[in-house]
């Protein structure tokens, strides 16, 4: 079965460090994975999504993503991590079929530090 | 373009108490999508449509149950709440049946005491 694993709960970060938050996953056929990032009190926005193609997505907010088959993973990068980054990251993968479900894992909490 | 919207907000209610949450989006999307968010766990769907008069069960869909009169809404009931049930709900919507971008509504907070 389709599964999801965020393996940092919380993470720390000053204020213009760079920043890795980490998505495993497990699926048996090419994976649609997405990122989703949620302030406090709000809903989920899309910032990033991997279909096919190039394996380094770019995507909002000066995020991206690598997706490494070989290690069933897609993590998330930012060089320089802002204040206004502090909230909760989930990453996704689609379920399959066609019902357009995902899968989330547990999601990550970013703290960022002054 | 509201995108999509979540009533109510924020709810109290008593357990043994039964309620609607409603979700409307406006960007004539096919499939809908209701998700509970508890800490620690995630989003976990609970049941979703793809289309008009569909509706079919996702992971936890016990205690809760659903309907899509119509494509733009698509609504959660609770016939019996029950303490679990207290959580954030979200419902999201997308255009097509592979995998696609969920938009998501801003979430309704239920407390069953």
């Known amino acids: 079965a389709q599964s999801v694993t965020q393996p940092d709960i919380h993470i720390t970060v000053s204020e213009g460090a760079s920043l890795e938050l980490r998505c495993n996953y497990s699926y048996g056929a090419t994976p649609y994975l997405f990122w989703y990032v949620q302030s406090p009190g709000q809903g989920l926005q899309l910032l990033l999504k991997?279909?096919?193609?190039?394996?380094l997505v770019q995507g909002i907010k000066g995020f991206e993503a690598e997706f490494k088959r070989s290690q069933s993973s897609f993590n998330l990068r930012k060089p320089s991590v802002h204040w206004s980054d502090a909230a909760e990251y989930f990453c996704?993968?689609?379920?399959?079929?066609?019902?357009?479900?995902?899968?989330f894992g547990q999601g990550t909490t970013l703290q960022v530090k002054p | 373009n509201a995108g999509v919207t979540q009533t109510p907000k924020f709810r109290v209610l008593k357990t043994g108490q039964s309620m609607t949450l409603l979700c409307a989006q406006d960007?004539?999307?096919?499939?809908m999508y209701w998700y509970r968010q508890d800490p620690g766990m995630g989003l976990r769907l609970i049941h979703y449509s793809v289309g008009e008069g569909t509706t079919a069960k996702g992971e936890v869909p016990d205690g809760y149950n659903v309907s899509r009169l119509k494509k733009q809404n698509f609504l959660l009931g609770l016939e019996s709440a029950a303490p679990s049930q207290t959580s954030v709900y979200f419902c999201a919507s997308s255009y097509s049946q592979g995998p696609d971008t969920q938009y998501f509504g801003p979430g309704t907070r239920l407390t069953v005491l």
């Open positions: 960007m004539n999307h096919e499939y």
């Open positions: 996704a993968v689609g379920a399959g079929g066609n019902t357009g479900k995902l899968i």
């Open positions: 991997y279909f096919s193609g190039d394996t």
